[in-house]
């Protein structure tokens, strides 16, 4: 008998297309397997492609048709779910770390390798990194803001003084 899984729908994201609940799903809830044709390394290796999935050291899921929908689930550095590997038949289940609303995307963090090799921390699109560079990139702005502030502050007063000198050094009329 198939499990049942949470209902998910794909549709466009922040950075893409995306897995979305199209329900609520409570925590620790396994949301969906992720599937494909299972191939050795090797052959992965040849083939390349973004749909990868390392089960083992020797085996790996290829997501590469459409109609695997695991593979639609982004990246993210604060994810709401996990990979989860069966050891028992070699497969790899999506759980939630914690209750995910419906509507909110899913996602899972792809590994510090992925991360670092593949992405760059620096070009992450998940949600957590860019706000985090948002926010940085904000005080730094504000930073130049007040520093222009400042600067201008003392221009304006040294003008200030200049046109204070010059009505005084002005006849008056007696």
């Known amino acids: 008998m198939p499990k049942k899984y949470p209902k998910v729908k794909?549709?466009?994201s922040d950075t893409g297309l995306g897995l979305f609940a199209a329900e609520d799903i409570k925590k620790n809830k396994i949301i969906i397997e992720y599937t494909g044709e299972r191939i050795s390394m090797k052959e992965a290796n040849k083939r390349g492609g973004?749909?990868?999935?390392?089960?083992?050291?020797?085996?790996?899921?290829d997501a590469k048709d459409?109609?695997?929908t695991a593979r639609y689930i982004n990246h993210a550095c604060k994810p709401n779910a996990e990979a989860e590997h069966d050891t028992t038949e070699d497969r790899i289940f999506i759980r939630s770390l914690r209750k995910i609303k419906e509507g909110e995307e899913i996602t899972y963090d792809y590994g510090k390798e992925y991360l670092e090799d593949l992405i760059g921390k620096k070009n992450c699109l998940c949600r957590h990194c860019v706000e985090k560079r948002e926010k940085k990139e904000k005080k730094v702005n504000r930073r130049k803001l007040n520093a222009e502030k400042t600067k201008?502050?003392?221009?304006?007063?040294?003008?200030?003084?200049?046109?204070?000198n010059d009505v005084t050094a002005l006849p008056t009329d007696q």
């Open 152 to 164: 201008g502050t003392e221009s304006g007063a040294e003008k200030t003084e200049a046109v204070v």
């Open 50 to 61: 973004r749909y990868l999935f390392g089960v083992t050291k020797k085996i790996v899921i």
């Open 66 to 68: 459409r109609k695997h």
């Open 10 to 12: 794909v549709k466009k």
